[in-house]
């Protein structure tokens, strides 16, 4: 761990430097401001104190740009013991987690946690990221220090390719009060990250751990915003991940919210999905909204939707529904719509719809 702890020792140095040089420009002058010489004249004003400027000597240029040089070179020393797969690096990494000393464990997260950007740096690293998660758990005061850097980079770490790993397993290994910090911030920031291509894969993640009201607040943000997550790419997924638990409440406000949009849904690869899992819910409000308004579309709408290559299948399900539970209303609504397409729809994607229907007229 040698290379560890000589890293840390640099950095400190470096820092107490800063600190010095910072109060050595903070201490008062060492030549006060010269008083007003007394005159007869007592109505006469005293003489006007003078700002001075001095100069900054170049070799304090040269100081600072040397420090941000070494500065910048322990960083890059660092970043290649952790992210490095050969070499020297991983060893080193595996003793240390295998001393399993507090003190030990205290520097290296304070060391890997200086810099914001370097911290994110690494743990969107795929190597970076796996080391850095076996980190978490070893000692209260490491969880704080990493907990600390990882709140400062919220959305950054759970929209990174590799960092929201670290974000999940510190809410899986944390105790209760920290691990609540990060899922009440992953609630507050849940759209945003519904929306981004991997923010909406830690959100499911973090959705399926959640329990009781924490999962019940989650489904009812999702909800709540269901109408335009639907018809984004990546909140789609979102959308279909909430319906998954089949929480009756959270189904039929989604269905509501998204009543207008069936017809457009179910024309898309990833919106039919949502819309068959709606039909499939058990859900009587959801039954009567989404075949309700498939009808009342009329006939030529209903024909274009059964004879696409996504809106087929939410025909079908429409069809085989409504037929199980019963629901003659709503069954004879659309086979009313369809009967006369029938020869057209055996020509396209609809023939499965209309040999279902074709079958249940006999």
């Known amino acids: 761990m040698e290379n560890f702890n000589r890293l840390y020792k640099e950095l400190q140095n470096l820092r107490l430097y800063n600190a010095g040089e910072t109060s050595q420009q903070q201490q008062p002058p060492l030549i006060s401001p010269a008083m007003p010489h007394a005159s007869g004249n007592t109505t006469s004003k005293p003489h006007e104190e003078r700002e001075t400027s001095l100069p900054i000597p170049p070799a304090t240029h040269s100081l600072q740009a040397i420090q941000n040089h070494h500065r910048q070179r322990l960083r890059t020393r660092l970043h290649a013991l952790l992210t490095t797969v050969e070499g020297e690096g991983p ?14 464990l205290r520097k290296f997260a304070c060391m890997l946690t ?36 990882i ?18 397993r510190a809410i899986n290994v944390f105790n209760d009060a920290r691990s609540s910090v990060l899922v009440n911030l992953t609630l507050h920031d849940a759209f945003y990250l519904a929306s981004d291509k991997t923010g909406c894969i830690a959100l499911n993640q973090v959705i399926t751990g959640s329990k009781d009201f924490t999962r019940y607040e989650f489904l009812n943000a999702i909800a709540k915003n269901a109408d335009l997550l639907s018809m984004d790419d990546s909140g789609t997924f979102v959308v279909q991940h909430a319906l998954k638990f089949q ?3 959270c189904t039929n406000d989604i269905a509501l919210r998204l009543c207008g949009y069936y017809v457009e849904l179910a024309s898309q690869r990833r919106g039919s999905y949502i819309v068959e899992q709606i ?30 290559e996504f809106g087929n299948y939410v ?48």
């Open 315 to 362: 025909v079908q399900k429409a069809l085989r529904v409504t037929w199980s539970e019963r629901r003659a209303d709503l069954y004879w609504g659309l086979v009313e719509k369809l009967l006369p397409f029938l020869d057209m729809l055996r020509r396209s994607h609809g023939r499965n719809i209309a040999e279902f229907i074709q079958s249940k007229l006999v």
């Open 247 to 249: 929480d009756l409440q």
């Open 151 to 168: 709140v400062r980079r919220f959305i950054d770490v759970m929209t990174g390719e590799h960092s929201y790993f670290v974000a999940l």
């Open 279 to 308: 039909l499939e819910s058990r859900s009587v409000m959801g039954l009567d909204l989404v075949v309700s308004e498939l009808v009342e579309s009329g006939g030529a709408t209903l024909l274009r939707l059964a004879r696409n």
């Open 114 to 149: 200086s810099n914001s950007d370097h911290f994110f740096e690494i743990v969107n690293d795929r190597e970076g990221s796996r080391r850095v998660r076996t980190l978490l758990g070893k000692s209260q005061e490491t969880d704080e220090i990493l907990l600390n850097a």
């Open 91 to 104: 060893a080193e990494f595996k003793d240390m987690i295998a001393r399993n000393d507090g003190r030990e």
